[in-house]
């Protein structure tokens, strides 16, 4: 499915808790969104900068939802400063929307779930909602958050070391791009055991959502065969600061995310769930 379909799709479930109320005369429906790490001036206007914010927009814009008209598209990102969810899901929820949406993870769902019971909220990226205690089932949530579930799982970071091998069968060394709560987390485990059934030496280069200076240094600095991207907002958010990196280095790169592809990353090897590119060229 295209992603322009599928944020479509995302506009019709956005419609579903007021959908009795929907196109009434003079009606404005408020919807707070919430993102971890996309700059909030990449979500603004009424064809946004962000792939996915403009999706969401044009989404919604084609499901009859004009902002001006009949919408509130109340924004709010931590920027990846990560401290400020928090405080921005309080704000959001103070707003008395019809329903949130969020971005970045099942923290995100979490946080907003702190703050409210009722509101609804729907979380299009979700990692593991039945263990992170957001849903009771994927077939009977219940409770007020629902969504899709975008990874599947620590398993992903196996198959993608496992195709990461495929390509670069001679690789002894991978980078791996995460922060630290990334890297000791079931995902950053998973990835660590893939390693060692590889016989591939997994170092983590541990970043802070909004510095990946010393990060790219010590990449620069071990020269390992390859580099491997964790899958979080703040990397996907960051995207093009990794690859301008990339370009200079010319290491061969395994990124979670297509829009990183499209924004002119090289020498990368990309694998997006079920569907794997590789477009190495060259060495360092």
């Not at 030496?201 to 970043?207: A, D, Q």
Request: proline share 6%; net charge neutral; aromatic share 8%.
């Amino acid at each position: 499915m295209k992603r322009r379909e599928f944020i479509a799709l995302l506009g019709g479930a956005v419609a579903c808790p007021f959908a009795s109320r929907a196109q009434q005369a003079n009606k404005v429906y408020r919807v707070g969104w919430l993102f971890a790490a996309v700059p909030l001036k990449d979500m603004s206007g009424s064809d946004p900068v962000d792939p996915v914010s403009n999706a969401f927009v044009h989404g919604l814009l084609d499901l009859g939802y004009i902002e001006g008209q009949n919408l509130v598209l109340d924004r709010r990102s931590a920027e990846g400063k990560l401290e400020r969810i928090d405080r921005f899901a309080a704000e959001l929820v103070g707003l008395h929307p019809e329903v949130i949406i969020t971005g970045g993870g099942d923290f995100m769902a979490q946080a907003l779930r702190r703050v409210t019971k009722t509101v609804p909220i729907i979380s299009p990226y979700g990692d593991d909602p039945v263990g992170a205690g957001l849903v009771e089932s994927l077939s009977h949530p219940g409770g007020n958050v629902t969504g899709f579930v975008a990874y599947t799982g620590p398993e992903f970071e196996t198959k993608r070391l496992q195709l990461l091998k495929e390509a670069l069968p001679n690789a002894t060394s991978v980078a791996y791009l995460a922060m630290k709560q990334v890297w000791e987390s079931p995902t950053g485990k998973q990835a660590q055991d893939a390693a060692l059934m590889l016989g591939l030496r997994l170092i983590h280069v541990e970043h802070s959502p909004d510095n990946y200076s010393e990060a790219f240094v010590q990449i620069v600095r071990d020269r390992t065969d390859a580099l491997l991207v964790a899958y979080h907002p703040v990397n996907y958010a960051n995207r093009q600061l990794i690859i301008e990196f990339v370009a200079t280095q010319r290491i061969p790169t395994m990124y979670p995310y297509r829009e990183a592809v499209m924004a002119g990353g090289v020498n990368v090897l990309l694998c997006e769930h079920n569907r794997f590119i590789s477009s190495c060229g060259g060495s360092r």
